[in-house]
């Protein structure tokens, strides 16, 4: 079984892009989804595709798998699926040891950008960057689960300095 334990922060200027690693653009489309599961399915670059299914009502530590799966078949299941289709290009930015992977949205979340670190256990600290923002980890709104299910782009896009949008 994988575990996932990340944080999940707002990011409040464009100093990340120094930094980049690499990038990659994902339509991320909801098959399922229950208030302590989810499966969705992961477009990247129109080149290949993954099918994640989490468990857990904790936004910090889930249980998580992963598998490749054909990208005719995801596409085939991003049509059936339930809400919004997220649009989004990671940028893998490496900072003091930690890989931050900044999610930069497109489509109806046009504007927001949020970081996510993902951590070997709970109790790691890494350094913080000085372009991120305020932690969102436990803000279920910042779930993309719930953001393609609840269209919330007005009440998260609306919250946003001018400098990000």
């Given at each position: 079984?994988?575990?996932?334990?990340e944080r999940k922060y707002l990011?409040?200027?464009?100093?990340?892009?120094?930094?980049?690693?690499?990038?990659?653009?994902?339509?991320?489309?909801?098959?399922?989804?229950?208030?302590?599961?989810?499966?969705?399915?992961?477009?990247?670059?129109?080149?290949?595709?993954?099918?994640?299914?989490?468990?857990?009502?904790?936004?910090?530590?889930?249980?998580?798998?992963?598998?490749?799966?054909?990208?005719?078949?995801a596409k085939d299941m991003a049509?059936?699926?339930?809400?919004?289709?997220?649009?989004?290009?990671?940028?893998?930015?490496?900072?003091?040891?930690?890989?931050?992977?900044?999610?930069?949205?497109?489509?109806?979340?046009?504007?927001?950008?949020?970081?996510?670190?993902?951590?070997?256990?709970?109790?790691?600290q890494p350094p913080i960057p000085?372009?991120?923002?305020?932690?969102?980890?436990?803000?279920?709104?910042?779930?993309?689960?719930?953001?393609?299910?609840?269209?919330?782009?007005?009440?998260?896009?609306?919250?946003?300095?001018?400098?990000?949008?």
């Amino acid at each position: 079984m994988g575990q996932e334990i990340e944080r999940k922060y707002l990011v409040k200027n464009d100093a990340w892009r120094h930094e980049i690693a690499s990038s990659s653009r994902f339509l991320q489309a909801y098959i399922a989804v229950a208030d302590d599961r989810s499966v969705r399915v992961r477009i990247m670059d129109d080149e290949k595709a993954k099918l994640t299914i989490k468990i857990g009502s904790e936004m910090f530590s889930r249980s998580e798998f992963e598998y490749e799966i054909p990208l005719a078949d995801a596409k085939d299941m991003a049509a059936g699926a339930t809400g919004i289709v997220l649009d989004k290009t990671r940028f893998n930015v490496e900072h003091q040891g930690y890989t931050w992977e900044v999610d930069v949205y497109a489509g109806v979340y046009k504007g927001l950008v949020v970081a996510e670190v993902e951590l070997e256990n709970e109790t790691d600290q890494p350094p913080i960057p000085d372009w991120i923002g305020d932690d969102v980890t436990g803000d279920r709104r910042y779930s993309n689960a719930v953001m393609a299910n609840q269209d919330l782009s007005r009440e998260l896009l609306d919250g946003l300095p001018p400098a990000t949008r």
